[in-house]
């Protein structure tokens, strides 16, 4: 993806999102990153000067689209990069209705929901959308249930975007990184009541690598599933 790309980024105030935020500004690429608030814009448009934000709150499907028709929203969109994510860890037995709906919300529903908004830029650039989904989107273990569910649908959406928007020339990534270094992984750790050594677990950096790879992957190729385990 030569040149002045655009790539609209969810998550890109920490971990992997502001890896991929990071090597994509330090490039020249132009950015328009998803805050859930103002606040939170602000604090990304200081980070990265130059960048455009955009603001909606992913637990809200619903009100996307009301809130995106209030903001000038970018022409062109070359790239879509799913990598914001929530995770709330226990067992079928004492998960809520709202634990589910929480992460079904943000980690299926909204990315659902802002592909559907940003696909006709998408067509026009024969652009690439990225869902960054977990090692828990091809396995469920115990206590993960409503995160595993909501990235075994994640994985469900990107396979059936692919083969819709094939012939549109939109190509669809899936990743799938182990556990990675990252506050989500710390809150993780947290929740399962074990010690969080960073160090054994893979740099957000290196996934950030791997969706380069695939971002900058000549036309004539196109990777469908990418799964980055800890090297350690």
């Given at each position: 993806m030569a040149?002045?790309?655009?790539?609209?980024i969810t998550g890109a105030g920490s971990g992997i999102g502001a890896a991929v935020a990071r090597r994509l500004?330090?490039?020249?690429?132009?950015?328009?990153l998803h805050a859930r608030d103002a606040a939170r814009a602000k604090e990304l448009a200081a980070q990265f000067p130059g960048a455009r934000t955009l603001v909606g709150d992913l637990a809200d499907p619903d009100k996307l689209s009301w809130a995106f028709s209030h903001q000038s929203?970018?022409?062109?969109?070359?790239?879509?990069l799913h990598i914001a994510g929530v995770v709330d860890l226990g067992p079928v037995g004492d998960l809520t209705p709202k634990a589910w709906r929480h992460q079904l919300n943000v980690n299926l529903i909204s990315p659902a929901e802002l592909t559907r908004h940003f696909l006709p830029q998408l067509r026009v650039a024969r652009g690439h959308v990225i869902f960054v989904n977990s090692g828990a989107?091809?396995?469920a273990s115990a206590e993960w249930s409503a995160y595993a569910a909501s990235k075994h649908g994640?994985?469900?959406?990107?396979?059936?975007?692919?083969?819709?928007?094939h012939d549109n020339g939109v190509r669809v990534t899936s990743v799938y990184p182990g556990r990675t270094a990252?506050?989500?992984?710390a809150k993780v750790h947290q929740q399962e009541g074990k010690a969080y050594d960073e160090s054994k677990w893979i740099d957000p950096e290196s996934v950030a690598t791997t969706i380069l790879m695939a971002l900058d992957l000549p036309r004539d190729a196109e990777v469908n599933d990418l799964t980055v385990r800890p090297g350690n």
């Open positions: 040149g002045m790309a655009t790539h609209l500004h330090a490039r020249g690429d132009d950015l328009v929203l970018p022409d062109r969109v070359d790239s879509l989107g091809l396995r994640l994985k469900a959406l990107a396979d059936s975007l692919r083969n819709e928007e990252s506050p989500m992984q």
